[in-house]
């Protein structure tokens, strides 16, 4: 991979947020300062980061929306589903 986390959350399409022209990025730059659910979001980011958290994905490499079949997904059995996404482990990906 070799891009890092940043690299990897910020690279095109891979969330909406980053997207400058998605609502979501618009509503991401609206958070204030401090604000407590944020806080509790980084605290949980920065324990996913480092490791000390399950990864509830099972070691998912792929994801997409239940109401979406990418053609990746084509013909691939899915590893877990959590709220509303299918993880998949796609092998040399």
């Excluded at 944020?38 to 324990?47: G, H, L």
């Excluded at 590893?79 to 996404?85: A, C, H, R």
């Amino acid at each position: 991979m070799g891009q890092g986390l940043s690299g990897v959350c910020r690279a095109p399409f891979q969330f909406s947020c980053w997207n400058r022209n998605h609502l979501r990025h618009l509503l991401m730059l609206s958070i204030p300062p401090g604000d407590p659910g944020m806080a509790i979001c980084r605290r949980i980011a920065a324990r996913a980061a480092s490791g000390t958290l399950m990864d509830p994905t099972g070691g998912a490499t792929h994801a997409h929306g239940i109401d979406e079949l990418p053609p990746w997904a084509l013909g691939q059995a899915p590893v877990n589903e959590i709220g509303g996404l299918l993880f998949y482990q796609l092998a040399g990906r």
